[in-house]
């Protein structure tokens, strides 16, 4: 909300509080006395020991006793919400709450005592500087209880928003190599606008689009397939560099993996170097390991099943539900 309109519902509510006041005051003895009469009445059935005594004796009580009680309270109470308001509006502005507080009783104390002077010339009243000093006390009261809520608004806003930077300065680097495994990953991809990601895949002519969406975001690896063992390995080989080289330009704190092969170096550089491992054991998988899986298993921080079942298999596992 901007601060302009903040002030302007201050504003308003704090004028309505004022006329509140000039009203209550500008009724005369009798009309003010059967108000609070009928305030008195209403607490004295709540009250046993009340009830107890004669006619006579819980009149007494009640003009004697309880009438001048709920007055000052009444009093205390309007003039609190007027020092509350006043407060709010003040927190709006530069200063110190210090400053805030002193201003807000101040505007209060003056009122009061323009409100008690208002008084002398309505019928029955008086105007009393014990009245005056109840209403500086509620006026006080009010700003400081407006000051603690402000105070802890804005140490949780404050909380709010640091957390969300935090969030948003987090750097986690997403991998897998393609296909079912890739399109596993992007089902993450709600984190995607909470954090500083980074997605590293396989190249391939299908994965070709991604560049488009997620440009300095993508690095690819090189795909490699063990049908060709003599070949896997040199690509291995590249690909342990590469993934290095990515490694440290990005420096995650949080590596998240669905697999396969093409994340095993990486998420061993990540470990070495002090980030954290988070590896999703595929979908595909409901009885039986993956290699991959089966390496990451001792060296991840969080290992995630999607099956239930796999939790006999990986007993350290956390089973999550599936990503689909």
């Known amino acids: ?133 109840i209403d500086t006390a509620g006026a006080l009261t009010g700003a400081v209880i407006a000051m603690i809520i402000i105070k802890c608004y804005y140490k949780i806003t404050k909380k709010q928003i640091e957390r969300k930077k935090i969030e948003k300065d987090t750097k986690l680097l997403f991998i897998s190599s393609t296909g079912g495994h890739f399109n596993e990953l992007m089902q993450l991809k709600p984190l995607f606008a909470k954090c500083n990601y980074h997605i590293v895949t396989e190249t391939s002519p299908a994965m070709e689009h ?33 993934s290095l080289w990515i490694y440290l330009k990005f420096r995650p704190q949080v590596v998240i993996t669905t697999g396969t092969h093409t994340a095993g170096p990486m998420c061993c550089i990540a470990k070495i170097l002090g980030s954290k491992v988070i590896y999703i054991e595929t979908f595909a998988n409901r009885n039986t390991k993956t290699e991959t899986g089966t390496l990451l298993y001792h060296i991840a921080d969080v290992f995630i099943v999607q099956w239930e079942e796999m939790l006999s298999i990986y007993p350290k596992a956390k089973y999550l539900g599936g990503l689909y």
């Not at 009093?75 to 509350?84: C, D, E, P, Q, V």
């Not at 709006?92 to 201003?103: A, D, M, S, V």
């Open 1 to 133: 909300m901007k601060v302009t309109v903040q002030r302007l519902i201050w504003s308003i509510l704090i004028i309505a509080n004022c006329i509140a006041i000039f009203q209550f005051s500008s009724q005369n003895a009798q009309i003010s006395g059967n108000t609070s009469g009928r305030v008195v009445d209403w607490i004295a059935e709540l009250i046993p020991s009340i009830q107890k005594l004669n006619e006579e004796e819980k009149t007494r009580v009640k003009e004697e006793v309880m009438q001048p009680i709920v007055r000052k309270l009444a009093h205390f109470s309007i003039y609190a919400l007027l020092g509350f308001l006043i407060m709010g509006l003040a927190s709006t502005y530069q200063g110190t709450f210090y400053q805030k507080i002193l201003c807000s009783v101040l505007l209060a104390c003056i009122y009061a005592i323009s409100d008690e002077f208002h008084q002398l010339f309505i019928s029955g009243r008086s105007g009393q500087i014990t009245d005056v000093l």
């Open 210 to 242: 991604l560049k488009q969406e997620y440009g300095k975001k993508l690095d690819f690896l090189v795909y490699g397939t063990k049908k060709t063992p003599i070949r896997y390995i040199g690509i291995l080989l590249v690909n342990c560099l590469k």
